[in-house]
């Protein structure tokens, strides 16, 4: 099942521009046009927009080159041979950023140069932070898969989710009788044969969230999340909005105290510094509020859309349910509710119809009752290019019939 998906996800997956490339041109070519215009920008500037529209519509280049890098093996030795590489970059990179940091601090940037100074602060902070991270969960990960299993009886789901066509999905039951559910990324295919033959997932914890599953012995493992079942309601998500909403707040005062309080007492390049960690924890933040707050507004505007949908399970089980949709503009979309609450269960079973608060284009939506408290999220299997492609192939027809 696993090798099958993977397959359908290789004819699935469009290829898309890289656009990150072109907005890493407009912040360089924004920062060297702030210093004025000079010879080398009028020479760079158009080689450097030539060699970043490559990058971003040219199909077939090196990985190496554009950083999509294909899915590593799951391995325990792929893992400690990551853990070695990085233990013996990690301390070059921390003296590079050590060393830019006292160039910085020696010569304080006045004026034009404070861009300059700040882009290049930043991209030694971030790469500092991007191996030091990958360093402790490669070292994290070999000590879980040292550690002990837990055997959890497991009944694999399908098909496999839309949002991840290669992962393997199912349900489980905790040692204290809960029934919950999981979701392997990646699982190799003799891991995901064997959960489904054995009826057994062995991970690291038993506890939901996120774990490492492998058969014990083996060098194979998956990254695999636990969820209870926990059915989400409007209250409970009004709730942690305003909990999100509060820490939010909180942590962009607490950030522009100390920036202030460093700019005061301290001076010189310690503010920039510290301005780089204080801007990631407020975006960290906020994106952390932006994950329930896009669900809480569409249920909040009471714009609700009822869409045909018929499924491929019985949504009496309170399991995972999938199926077909069918929108108001005729496109059919498949899509999945991980954990779907008995008021959507019903709609489902008795009126075979979804209602989806906001826009019903989206990947991931909320879907409920116009008139009840249940909540869940559906993923569909239709992206906005197919509506694109929809009304391109419409609009001769269209045409033709007017004339």
């Known amino acids: 099942m696993a090798e099958e998906a993977r397959a359908g996800a290789a004819d699935q997956e469009a290829w898309r521009p890289r656009w990150w490339f072109l907005g890493m041109f ?11 215009w000079d010879a080398t920008t009028a020479v760079g500037l158009p080689v450097g927009l030539a060699v970043t529209l ?16 294909a899915a590593r093996p799951t391995s325990r030795r792929w893992v400690r041979a990551q853990r070695n590489r990085l233990s013996c970059v990690l301390p070059f ?6 060393a830019v940091v006292s160039g910085v601090d020696d010569h304080r940037p006045q004026g034009d140069e404070v861009p300059a100074a700040v882009f290049v602060l930043v991209c030694a902070l971030g790469l500092a932070l991007f ?13 879980l898969l040292a550690g002990s299993r837990t055997a959890l009886r497991a009944e694999v789901h399908s098909p496999a989710p839309i949002d991840d066509p290669v992962a393997v999905t199912g349900t489980v039951t905790f040692p204290d009788g809960s029934p919950g559910s999981f979701t392997a990324r990646e699982c190799p295919a003799g891991l995901a044969t064997a959960i489904a033959d054995t009826a057994t997932l062995h991970v690291t914890s038993p506890r939901p969230g996120r774990v490492l599953a492998g ?3 083996s060098d ?9 079942r926990r059915f989400l309601s409007r209250t409970e998500l009004t709730r942690r909005l305003r909990v999100r909403t509060a820490t939010l707040v909180v942590v962009a005062a607490a950030a522009a105290a100390v920036e202030v309080t460093a700019w005061i007492t301290l001076g010189g390049a310690v503010p920039w510094v510290l301005a780089v960690p204080l801007l990631l924890a407020v975006a960290g933040v906020a994106g952390w509020r932006s994950n329930v707050a896009r669900l809480v507004r569409p249920l909040a505007a009471g714009s609700w859309t009822g869409v045909a949908a018929a ?10 349910v999938t199926g ?13 509710i991980a954990q779907c609450p008995p008021g959507i269960a019903t709609e489902l079973r008795e009126r075979r119809r979804l209602w989806i608060a906001g826009d019903p284009h989206g990947d991931e939506v909320a879907v409920g009752t116009p008139d009840g408290d249940d909540v869940a999220l559906v993923t569909f299997g239709v992206r906005r290019r197919e509506y694109r492609r929809l009304r391109a192939r419409t609009a001769p027809a269209a045409a033709a019939g007017d004339r």
């Not at 990179?93 to 050590?98: E, F, I, K, M």
């Open 220 to 228: 194979e493992f998956a990254r695999v999340r636990l969820t209870t």
């Open 131 to 143: 191996v030091t991270l990958r360093w402790l969960r490669a070292v994290r990960t070999l000590r």
């Open 311 to 320: 499924t491929l399970d019985d949504p009496a089980d309170r399991g995972p």
């Open 215 to 217: 058969l014990p012995g």
């Open 26 to 36: 407009a912040v360089l070519a924004g920062i060297h046009l702030g210093r004025g």
């Open 93 to 98: 990179v921390l003296l590079g950023v050590a």
């Open 324 to 336: 077909w949709a069918r929108f108001p503009d005729g496109v059919r979309a498949r899509f999945r």
């Open 54 to 69: 490559v990058l971003v519509f040219v199909r077939r280049l090196p990985s190496w080159v554009t950083g999509e890098w």
